[in-house]
């Protein structure tokens, strides 16, 4: 039966609350299907505004894939504003999709891509604005199957309670062997219920179903073991590697937003993984191993990609995109071809060592100079080889100095406050290495109005890293440091004008300490929080710290575990982890080892360019890394107006096709 949109009952609110223009949909790219003429129904939603959601690549590209099969509809669904809940729930109108307007409820399966933890809340906000029973265990057949992915879902246990299954890595190919398991059991009568459905999901490989997994704990409050409950479950889950990139080239149909959003750009991916083994880094570690798009792929989607949405800026992305083999070819290739056009190309992530002065001139030959960021992440030498940074200050002095020789006057330096092992001396350092990099500046460029930014996020140990052992650091010692810090500079007469510093205090981190390394009895305390108010917790005007604290100590009465055990507690070798079940290839006992090696300071290198450390993931996976030099070329495309004055100039025919 057809279900029907309910945009004629939600236009008349939409002067009520904040940016409407956010609910509207319709935007360039978009697609709306007949609901009758398919046959599986996904909802997928991005748990945040839709101005962070709406950018999200990831929602992008599965709504492309999923919505290129004729019997799969695919819509999305973001977070409203509290504004607009309150207008929602005053006037009775369940979470809906911004393309067909149809309840969220009415959908076979709700697919969450969670980037960060802090967006759990809003997961519970949609769930009920939709109807759907919070607890899986409460939904029955008219319930979609709510699933999560993104890269905290390679700890769902925090939400486990609230989830139905989770997806561990790269979607394009598993939304559609889902999508398939769904199409069969519906043609078959939908034998077996919600149950069997999710039994199917659970042995297809590859896809988590918590509620066939059981969880026991120690007195102690650790965890003694997690075992399948149903015979037939694998007792481990595994992550999905998508190894051809060449042949997903998506998304091919970026879509362009109505409502100003976080990022106005059309991205391609040029390569997904990253091997530098930065031991803080979860992105790198659970999307290992490298996987480049070759130079022409690379091509085709910035030409398709531009016609087919008009953005101007072409953002080149990846976990550290001048690491890119052919980065130069690419780069030469895009400015080339955009010369004297409007359009402009960025790389959101330089490594400090992969700088060079021919890419950015490359990269800025047709925009502005605007500042260059690096990310040392630790202030001091030592701290850097505990991270496994792998980048000196001389290196990063060296390459300073070669930005503001060459005209560039604003640095942005990226750092982390927090890491293992650190000290006062370590944060300190910071403010040294910002007064060097000005005073060498300002002896390069021979000018006084160079600039040095520096931004300090709060670190947090997460899971399937080396530091998933780690004890974080407390917020307050955070805060003391960084109030240090700032004195530092202030106080420095000769450079301290010079240098901007920018950082959040540490109380989030602590919250997203306790949702990254949480368990199921987590679950308990982001209900509580959840009932009181929270929303947008990643979000600095909405999040309550004392609310999470308030929800702790409620939610975990009577257990041996509180905020403190999440967060600041060190874990042993042996413990078990609430994500030993889940595997994203790497070898525990490698993971353990990099932890050793990171306490006595010891670097890896990066199996990109060294023989195989054996971190697990290639073997156990069936996966390799695959770099260029590939021997591809960019093509020149040829643009419209180009190809008329060829015509005028050659007879048709005589012109050679390439
Ligand atoms: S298995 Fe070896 S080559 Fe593969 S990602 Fe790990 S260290 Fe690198």
Redesign the pocket.
Do not use: A, Q
């Given at each position: 039966m057809a279900v029907e949109s309910l945009f004629p009952r939600l236009e008349p609110l939409l002067p009520a609350v904040q940016k409407p223009i956010q609910y509207v949909g319709g935007e360039l790219n978009s697609t709306v299907k007949e609901w009758d003429s398919t046959q599986v129904r996904w909802a997928l939603m991005y748990p945040d505004a839709y101005e962070v959601g709406l950018p999200n690549q990831g929602v992008q590209i599965l709504y492309e894939v999923l919505n290129e099969r004729d019997w799969i509809l695919a819509e999305r669904t973001y977070s409203v504003w509290p504004d607009m809940e309150k207008v929602m729930r005053d006037n009775a109108i369940p979470q809906f999709t911004v393309d067909g307007h149809r309840p969220v409820g009415a959908f076979d399966l709700l697919g969450v891509s969670f980037a960060t933890e802090l967006g759990y809340t809003n997961l519970l906000t949609a769930l009920d604005l939709a109807g759907i029973p919070l607890e899986a265990c409460e939904r029955t057949d008219e319930h979609p199957i709510v699933l999560a992915g993104g890269h905290s879902a390679f700890n769902p246990e925090p939400i486990a309670d609230f989830l139905d299954a989770a997806v561990l890595g790269d979607g394009e190919e598993v939304v559609l062997a889902i999508s398939e398991v769904v199409r069969e059991w519906k043609a078959e009568g939908s034998p077996g219920g919600r149950d069997e459905l999710l039994f199917r999901l659970a042995v297809s490989g590859g896809v988590y179903v918590p509620k066939f997994y059981d969880v026991d704990y120690l007195p102690d409050g650790r965890i003694k073991r997690v075992a399948p409950n149903r015979s037939g479950v694998p007792s481990h889950v595994v992550k999905h590697t998508l190894m051809d990139l060449d042949k997903w080239p998506y998304p091919k149909q970026p879509l362009v937003p109505l409502a100003e959003t976080v990022h106005e750009r059309f991205s391609v991916e040029i390569f997904r993984g990253c091997?530098r083994g930065c031991r803080f880094c979860q992105a790198g570690m659970i999307t290992?191993?490298v996987r480049e798009r070759n130079i022409s792929t690379i091509g085709e989607m910035v030409q398709n990609g531009v016609e087919a949405s008009g953005f101007e800026e072409v953002g080149l992305l990846s976990l550290s995109s001048a690491d890119h083999s052919e980065i130069g070819e690419v780069a030469k290739g895009l400015a080339d071809r955009y010369e004297g056009s409007n359009v402009s190309l960025s790389l959101p992530s330089t490594r400090v060592d992969a700088f060079n002065v021919t890419l950015a001139n490359e990269l800025s030959r047709n925009g502005r100079r605007s500042g260059l960021t690096f990310a040392p992440e630790g202030g001091s030498e030592r701290l850097r080889k505990v991270i496994n940074k792998m980048v000196s200050e001389d290196d990063l002095i060296r390459t300073v100095a070669t930005a503001y020789a060459n005209g560039w006057r604003q640095v942005k330096l990226y750092f982390m406050c927090g890491l293992p092992t650190e000290t006062d001396e370590d944060v300190l350092a910071i403010a040294d290495l910002a007064q060097r990099v000005i005073a060498t500046g300002r002896e390069v460029s021979g000018r006084n109005d160079i600039r040095c930014t520096v931004s300090i996020g709060g670190f947090v140990p997460k899971p399937h890293t080396p530091f998933q052992w780690a004890a974080q650091e407390s917020w307050e010692n955070v805060d003391s440091r960084l109030s240090k810090l700032r004195s530092a500079i202030r106080s420095d007469r000769k450079y301290g004008k010079a240098i901007g510093l920018r950082y959040h205090d540490g109380q989030p981190s602590v919250v997203e300490g306790l949702l990254s390394r949480g368990d199921r009895r987590v679950g308990r305390v982001i209900r509580s929080v959840w009932a009181d108010g929270g929303r947008f917790d990643g979000w600095s005007e909405h999040f309550s710290y004392d609310r999470w604290v308030k929800a702790c100590e409620e939610a975990l009465a009577g257990e041996p575990v509180d905020l403190d055990w999440y967060t600041t507690r060190e874990r042993g070798e042996t413990e078990v982890l609430p994500w030993d079940h889940l595997d994203a290839g790497l070898d525990r006992e490698w993971l353990w080892e990099d932890w050793q090696d990171s306490l006595d300071e010891v670097e890896v290198e990066d199996?990109r360019w060294t023989p195989?450390?054996?971190?697990?993931?290639?073997?156990q996976m069936g996966t390799e890394?695959q770099v260029g030099p590939t021997g591809q070329k960019m093509l020149p495309i040829v643009g419209v107006s180009q190809t008329r004055q060829a015509e005028l100039v050659a007879p048709a025919g005589s012109r050679d096709s390439g």
């Open positions: 091997t290992r191993p199996c195989c450390f054996d971190c697990g993931v290639c073997p890394i």
